[in-house]
Every structure is written in C-alpha cells, then in structure tokens.
C-alpha cells in the first residue's frame, strides 16, 4: 500500500499569484499522478510525473502553467502558476503500485 | 480510448434499501475497471476493481459490482445502505495493458441515504 499526504491541505489565493502544493509519499514509488477536480466534476489528469524524467503533460495542460518537480522517488510538487479563478479545484497527488492506484487527500485551492 | 458514463449524478436512497450506481464503459482494449469512493474533504478510496477473471468482484464495505462484457457495463451494487455511505462514487476505466495504462473517470454519482 501507500499512504500519500499533501500540503497545504487548502488555500485561498490572489489571482494572479502562484501556488506550489507538495506530495509526499511513504514509499518508493516511479509512477506518481496529478489530477484536478473542478468544482461538482470528475477528475481529470493533469499530467504523470516520473522520477528521473520530464513530466508528461495532458491535452490541455501546459508546463508553465503547471510545473511539475520529482526530485526522489517519494516526492513531487505541483505549481498553479499565475492563478485565475477557473484554477479553483482540488489538486489530487496519486500514485500506482503495481496492485493498485493510491489518490492523496487533496490540495483544495480557491482562487479569488 | 476510454471514457466511462455514470447515469445519475445524484442517487438518493433509503437506510436498509438497495444501493444501485450504474456505469457504462467504452474501451477499445481490455479494460481494467475500478469503483472508488471520495468522503468529504478527503481523497479517493478504492472499493473494488476488476481485472480478469470472475466478473462479480467483492469490494469493502458490502459492496460488489459484476463486469458484464455484452453490455459494458460495471454497476455497482451493495444489498443494504448504511448512513455512512454517503460519499461521492467514481467509476473509472483503464487499459489491461500498456504503459499508460491511464485512469479515466466517469463524472460521480452522490450517492444520498435517508434515514
């Protein structure tokens, strides 16, 4: 299994500013995740972060919007650059074991 | 390519009564499929998936679903509703195979208990 947290668990930010949101994991893990959850939506897939590589990027997500760090094995941050309201979401850190994917408890950001 | 379909996004039921979520799957490939559940303020939980093999797979908390290839569907079912399971379900789909193996979620259905 994998216990994975997030910091800030939720923030309230200025338009135009930038977030960086952590996740940490308590085991060694190469696939990690980041997904948004739009306000009474689904979950989309913002991009994979693997360690030692370049994150991948999804259709619709751009690097300088959301940098991606993966430094270890354990660890990623995500960053919500130059923030607009439509960035309002909860930004879920996840990973995958080769039984199961694991999801964090969430980054909820609004952005005012 | 994937997508999967939760038809209600809003299910409400009585305590004791059956819990009923449906979900429809389009999957070019063997799919892999999951049910999760997200409380309040927190993040996913897994319920159950299916992977291969018996199509009626048990998952926690009395819940089940049964993988039905002829009518690509995995509904999700659990005999008697408890007032604690009230949550937000997910359905999701992935590729059996492939390094993407990507999740791909349907849109939640909140699911209600009364007492």
């Known amino acids: 299994s994998a216990v994975i947290s997030q910091k800030p668990s939720r923030d309230i930010c200025q338009r135009g500013t930038s977030l960086t949101i952590q996740c940490q994991v308590d085991?060694?893990?190469?696939?990690m995740f980041w997904y948004r959850q739009q306000p009474g939506q689904s979950l989309t897939l913002i991009a994979t972060a693997n360690q030692g590589s370049e994150a991948t990027y999804e259709s619709g997500f751009v690097i300088d919007k959301f940098p991606i760090s993966r430094p270890n094995l354990t660890f990623s941050t995500l960053t919500v650059s130059n923030m607009s309201p439509e960035d309002s979401s909860i930004y879920l850190c996840?990973?995958?074991?080769?039984?199961?994917?694991?999801f964090g408890p969430g980054t909820r950001l609004t952005v005012t | 390519a994937q997508s999967v379909t939760q038809l209600g996004s809003h299910v409400s039921v009585s305590e004791g009564a059956l819990v009923l979520l449906r979900c429809n799957y389009s999957?070019?490939?063997?799919?892999?499929l999951f049910w999760y559940v997200q409380y309040p303020n927190q993040g996913l939980q897994l319920l159950l998936k299916?992977?291969?093999?018996?199509?009626l797979v048990k998952g926690i908390n009395g819940f089940e679903a049964e993988f039905k290839k002829s009518e690509t569907s995995f509904h999700l079912t659990k005999p008697s509703a408890h007032m604690s399971d009230a949550a937000e379900y997910f359905c999701a789909v992935s590729a059996a195979a492939g390094s993407a193996r990507q999740l791909t979620f349907g849109s939640g259905t909140q699911l209600t208990v009364l007492p």
């Open positions: 299916y992977t291969t093999g018996a199509t």
């Open positions: 996840s990973v995958r074991t080769p039984g199961e994917q694991y």
């Open positions: 085991s060694q893990v190469t696939m």
């Open positions: 999957s070019s490939v063997p799919p892999y």
